[in-house]
């Protein structure tokens, strides 16, 4: 018996001859878009319906589903085959990216249900990061819409250059070619700036199937293609492989002392066993010896592959790097020009340190200056020094280290980027780079021959920043003055950073919001590590209100270098103090903008030193700061007296 059903279950030469043409089919992967409720999950419904890719226990699960959930009556509801969450389904609106593979004769797809809802904007770019086309969705009775517009915008800035403007529900208009035409006759208005090679307008019902998967004799006054028979034939670029060669390192394998091999998926182009190729960041050379894949060595691999790739030399090329084709090599740079997707509540601020990561990297940066935000319904460059939730900006970046790249518009791979909030640790946008900028091809670091170690020597000193962070009135200029005197009186070689002295020259031209706040931070830490490399003791006695200016600050010091001292006292204490009579005027409105008022204070969670200062005098203040500072130059002095182990 087991030798008969094995028999009966071994494969036949006809499923391995439907095997291999439904590997030579071509594959498109697109993506759903545009405003809430224009019928995105429905018309994925639908074509998987129409498709005959749903078996019958689903068909029998998705019709009680409809009774439960559904808002189509007595018909089935076919948004509820993608809408999978319940949260979905009892709201009715799709919230994460639903993912759903078919297939026809012709084609194989991969379709990407992203969300309407303006708060899972980020949602809709990941589905379009991958997508060669986009089906842009519009309730015919509502007509172009501001997410509509927005959609579009991060379709064509994530390089997707085909649209399908699938006019749905038109059924609810009685079929009108008049109000057909006018909405694409608006589309074609606002997307004609956006680059899109094809934009194909269909009318569609996707409720009842009108021109999804055939035509529909509803509307005669159409003569264009149903929705399958445009995806079955649209030709989008096999870009990937004819691009310059790309391998992203992504893990270093070394099972033992005979085996050296880079691991990753090939980005773009193509690699053969012999090709030269180069690391990106150093530029040293190397030929391909072996490539290693599941199943055996390779002659050849090409982009999507996933192999090892073993070379001639034994150069160092670490994770997070690339390798290359010497004939076009990607840019290495640590400033560049960038397209800007915000998907954050709290606003994007110039200034304000953030974790950049591409294929291939991750490092910290900043946007040095927000060129200007686009208005998402007309296209206008406004000036602009924030950008809010799903507003799309255009910025330069800075970032701690070089990094390697292209241009998006050369490969979308290696020329996309992802912020990350250094706090929470959330993607908060998503970028496309436009260029390098041309001074960071420019300038370059001047090697000195005195550093910091010998300025310190000859002063008798380490240096240390004490970084002050507390609110208007709690203290801290006190503190850090009486600190300066008794730090002087001993012989030290200090300075202090004031906040409202700053503000008088160096910083005379920010004002209080939050982006100003953060570049005011961001001036004087660059400040501050200068006068440490000249080996001072730095005394920064500034409200500093964002943990995550603080952070960036401590980044760009030497370690141990960054002393936080948080002066905790209450508001209402320094509400009484006063001593400006700035809290007096920002409770009545007169200030705008004013720390603990209407401006968030962000408490140090592990700050070096915690001054709680009620019920205390300055002077026991500094005897603690003294203390700290002596401990650390014994602590430091007997490490070193050890051979620093």
Not at 95 to 121: M, S
Not at 142 to 168: C, D, E, F, M, P
Not at 187 to 196: A, I, K, V
């Amino acid at each position: 018996m087991r030798h008969i059903l094995a028999k009966s279950l071994a494969p036949t030469d006809g499923i391995r001859e439907y095997m291999a043409i439904q590997e030579k089919k071509s594959l498109l992967r697109f993506l759903t878009c545009g405003s809430v409720d224009d019928g995105k999950s429905t018309l994925i419904g639908r074509l998987l319906s129409d498709t005959k890719q749903i078996f019958e226990d689903q068909l029998a699960a998705l019709e009680r589903d409809s009774r439960k959930h559904g808002t189509t009556g007595d018909d089935i509801d076919f948004a509820l085959l993608v809408d999978g969450l319940e949260a979905e389904r009892e709201q009715g609106i799709t919230i994460d990216v639903a993912y759903r593979f078919f297939a026809t004769p012709k084609r194989k797809f991969i379709v990407a249900d992203t969300p309407g809802h303006e708060q899972y904007t980020r949602n809709m770019a990941t589905g379009a990061s991958t997508a060669d086309l986009a089906i842009v969705l519009i309730d015919a009775r509502q007509g172009v819409l501001r997410q509509t517009r927005r959609h579009s915008i991060i379709a064509s800035l994530l390089g997707i250059r085909h649209i399908v403007l699938a006019v749905n529900k038109i059924d609810l208009v009685a079929f009108d070619q008049a109000v057909f035409d006018r909405i694409v006759e608006d589309y074609r208005q606002f997307s004609h700036e956006l680059g899109f090679q094809t934009i194909v307008p269909i009318p569609m019902s996707a409720r009842y199937g009108d021109n999804v998967t055939s035509r529909s004799d509803k509307t005669a006054w159409y003569s264009g293609p149903s929705l399958i028979e445009h995806l079955e034939t649209v030709s989008v670029d096999e870009a990937a492989v004819g691009l310059p060669f790309r391998f992203p390192v992504q893990y270093v394998n070394r099972p033992n002392l005979d085996f050296r091999g880079f691991a990753g998926t090939i980005a773009s182009g193509s690699v053969a066993q012999g090709d030269e190729v180069v690391v990106a960041k150093s530029g040293k050379a190397s030929r391909v010896k072996r490539i290693v894949a599941h199943g055996g060595d390779l002659a050849q691999a090409v982009a999507g592959q996933a192999i090892t790739l073993v070379l001639d030399d034994e150069v160092e090329v670490s994770r997070g790097n690339l390798l290359v084709s010497p004939a076009a090599r990607p840019q290495v740079a640590d400033q560049f020009a960038a397209n800007i997707v915000w998907f954050d509540e709290a606003a994007l601020l110039p200034g304000r340190s953030y974790i950049l990561r591409t294929e291939t990297d991750q490092t910290s940066a900043t946007v040095t200056d927000l060129k200007y935000r686009v208005n998402v319904n007309d296209f206008a460059r406004e000036a602009a020094k924030s950008l809010d939730m799903n507003e799309v900006g255009i910025c330069n970046i800075s970032t701690r280290a070089p990094i390697a790249f292209d241009t998006f518009a050369d490969n979308r791979t290696t020329g996309a980027f992802i912020l990350i909030d250094r706090i929470t640790n959330a993607t908060v946008g998503a970028g496309m780079i436009l260029h390098t900028l041309r001074r960071a091809e420019n300038i370059h670091w001047q090697s000195l021959d005195v550093g910091k170690r010998g300025r310190s020597d000859l002063k008798g000193q380490r240096p240390a920043v004490f970084w002050f962070t507390g609110l208007s009135g709690s203290g801290k200029s006190t503190i850090a003055n009486l600190l300066e005197k008794k730090l002087f009186a001993s012989g030290r070689h200090t300075y202090i950073l004031d906040g409202d002295n700053v503000r008088h020259g160096l910083n005379r031209d920010l004002g209080f919001t939050d982006a100003d706040r953060v570049e005011n931070i961001r001036r004087v830490a660059e400040v501050a590590k200068l006068m440490a490399d000249a080996g001072l003791i730095v005394i920064v006695s500034f409200i500093s209100p964002f943990s995550a200016e603080r952070r960036m600050a401590r980044e760009l010091m030497a370690d141990g270098e960054f002393v936080e001292v948080f002066v905790d006292t209450p508001f209402e204490e320094c509400a009484r103090r006063d001593p400006k009579g700035l809290y007096a005027r920002a409770l009545n409105g007169e200030i705008k903008n004013f720390t603990g008022v209407d401006s968030p204070y962000e408490a140090p969670e592990k700050p070096e030193i915690h001054l709680k200062t009620l019920g205390k005098t300055a002077e026991e203040m500094v005897e603690a700061l003294e203390h700290w500072l002596n401990e650390r130059d014994i602590a430091e002095d007997q490490y070193e007296a050890g051979g620093g182990i």
